[in-house]
């Protein structure tokens, strides 16, 4: 069995848990270095696994340098978006294979010049499009390709973020909220949804419309700039403080907990459509919503021969046939643990792409992780110019 000693850039929730996948079990597989600028990160990860301080950097930099010496094999980047690109290439510069979380990069260019920089270093790169293994896209998928519905004419498709995820996730986190941060809400929520469509549609995107903005949450008068009992909405405000500091408020700090939500500094759309037309003729069409209960991806995709609907939130897909009119519902298992099943399955896959990379290719690699980036930001640049992005520009000597 192969040894694999990985080194983590990026010590917030989500770094630590991919790692607890990947060690699960493995006794071949450890956590053998970590960077991350912030001090409480770092020491948190470090406690979690028993790490000597030696090992824990400020600077991923000073962790590629002592890679030699730690034996370090691979890194997994789970920083902030805006830093991807950035850390990405240096790995790559530096020889070393990759796992690279959503979304692959804050802008075309940047995913531009890692497609590029991997393509050219031969260096493999596995991005984290987790969802392409869960079991329910697993079983979505293999319904479209087995042609149980002919050719796709077009897909309704939609994100529904529940209020919890919205106020904590969103407005109050500054990680997730601010557009400097993130890029837009469509590409760092909406990336997983971009990917899935264009894995479905199996065609390249050819052009995008989008329209979305902030309208409802913005500073209003008759609310304070904190969550108190004094608020007037407070016991009606589904989006009020959680003072248990538990489950989405739990990175949040203290001063952040308590920001109203229509006063926080978040300054991403509140709601947004996109319109997707692919070179086969497909059109995809996608709502992103905050408002919604329960939290939950939903689609119909329309084929020539009948129709695939499904909900996350029931583990639900039904496919009805259009000559027999038969009906066929599915509940795939496996779908307990992270995002439905696909933490667990995804840190394996990326484990086996360290075993062989050439036997055991990622269903994702930096092709599929330029795509997603290229029709979410196509879809803002719609969104703030006001008009069709045409995106076969953007795959020039790619
Ligand atoms: N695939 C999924 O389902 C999934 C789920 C959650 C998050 N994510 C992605 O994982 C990434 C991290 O998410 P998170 O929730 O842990 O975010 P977070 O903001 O809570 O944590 C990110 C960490 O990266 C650190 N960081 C920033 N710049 C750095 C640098 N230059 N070098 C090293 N570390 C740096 C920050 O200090 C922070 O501790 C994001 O890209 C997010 O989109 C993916």
């Known amino acids: 069995m192969r040894q694999h000693k990985i080194g983590l850039v990026g010590c917030g929730p989500r770094g630590i848990h991919l790692i607890r996948e990947m060690v699960r079990n493995r006794e071949n597989v450890r956590l053998a270095a970590i960077a991350d600028p912030r001090a409480d990160r ?67 260019e940047q995913a531009r010049e890692i497609v590029k920089l991997a393509k050219r270093s031969g260096v493999p790169v596995q991005v984290g499009f987790n969802l392409r293994y869960a079991p329910f896209f697993i079983t979505l998928h293999d319904l479209i390709v087995s042609g149980e519905i002919g050719t796709i004419l077009s897909i309704e498709w939609a994100e529904v973020i529940g209020p919890r995820h919205w106020a904590d ?50 500073p209003r008068s008759d609310v304070p700039e904190k969550c108190s009992w004094e608020c007037p909405r407070y016991f009606r405000c589904v989006w009020k403080a959680d003072p248990s500091g538990k489950g989405m408020a739990a990175p949040l700090t203290p001063e952040e907990r308590e920001l109203c939500v229509f006063h926080s500094p978040s300054d991403i759309v509140d709601h947004q459509n996109a319109i997707f037309e692919f070179e086969d003729g497909t059109l995809a069409s996608f709502n992103l919503n905050p408002l919604g209960i329960p939290e939950r991806r939903y689609f119909t995709i329309y084929g020539v021969d009948g129709t695939i609907s499904g909900d996350t939130s029931t583990n639900w897909i039904c496919l009805r046939k259009a000559d027999s009119g038969t009906e066929i519902v599915y509940r795939p298992g496996g779908v307990e643990d992270g995002h439905l099943g696909a933490d667990s399955r995804i840190a394996q896959a990326f484990i086996d792409f360290l075993d062989d990379p050439v036997m055991n290719p990622p269903k994702t690699g930096v092709r599929e992780g330029f795509e997603a980036v290229l029709m979410a930001c196509a879809a803002d640049i719609s969104r703030r110019e006001n008009r069709v992005v045409e995106l076969e520009e953007y795959r020039k000597d790619l």
């Open 42 to 108: 770092r020491e948190n990860c470090r406690q979690t696994y028993g790490l000597p301080s030696e090992v824990c950097f400020h600077d991923y930099e000073d962790l590629l340098a002592n890679r030699k010496n730690l034996g370090i094999n691979a890194v997994v980047i789970a920083s902030n978006v805006a830093t991807h690109a950035e850390i990405a290439c240096a790995c790559i510069e530096a020889g070393i294979p990759v796992f690279l979380e959503k979304p692959m990069a804050m802008t075309i």
């Open 169 to 218: 996730g969103y407005c109050r986190r500054p990680s997730y909220g601010l557009s400097s941060s993130v890029g837009s809400w469509l590409l760092e929520k909406s990336c997983h949804d971009m990917d899935l469509i264009a894995w479905i549609t199996s065609s390249p995107c050819k052009r995008v419309a989008s329209f979305g903005s902030r309208t409802y949450f913005v």
